[in-house]
């Protein structure tokens, strides 16, 4: 366990969630992931109105999963979905002329 979590268990310990910045803290990831995977339905969220919580012991399993394999057809190398045939281009990527 890392200090991080460690501190992370402590704050959860006494209000029960933790937000998206401390679950970005703790996966080593920016926030904007965190809230991109909680819209995608991909990580477990409780959602509060127009505010995303996060329970620490549904990340970390949510984690087991992942390391597992279950799940992992969900993400490509990137941590982003893979490109469905037919699908535009995600915003930033390349795109290969027919040459």
């Not at 990831?29 to 919580?53: A, C, D, F, H, N």
């Not at 799940?71 to 027919?98: D, I, L, M, T, W």
Request: aromatic share 6%; charged share 30%.
């Amino acid at each position: 366990m890392t200090e991080t979590t460690r501190a992370i268990q402590d704050q959860d310990a006494g209000r029960g969630l933790v937000t998206a910045r401390e679950v970005a803290d703790l996966l080593g990831v920016p926030t904007s992931w965190v809230y991109e995977q909680s819209r995608l339905g991909r990580i477990p969220t409780v959602t509060l109105g127009r505010y995303r919580r996060y329970r620490l012991e549904a990340i970390e399993a949510w984690i087991e999963e992942l390391e597992a394999g279950e799940g992992a057809e969900h993400f490509g190398r990137n941590g982003r979905p893979p490109q469905r045939a037919g699908s535009p281009p995600r915003r930033g990527a390349r795109v290969r002329s027919g040459r």
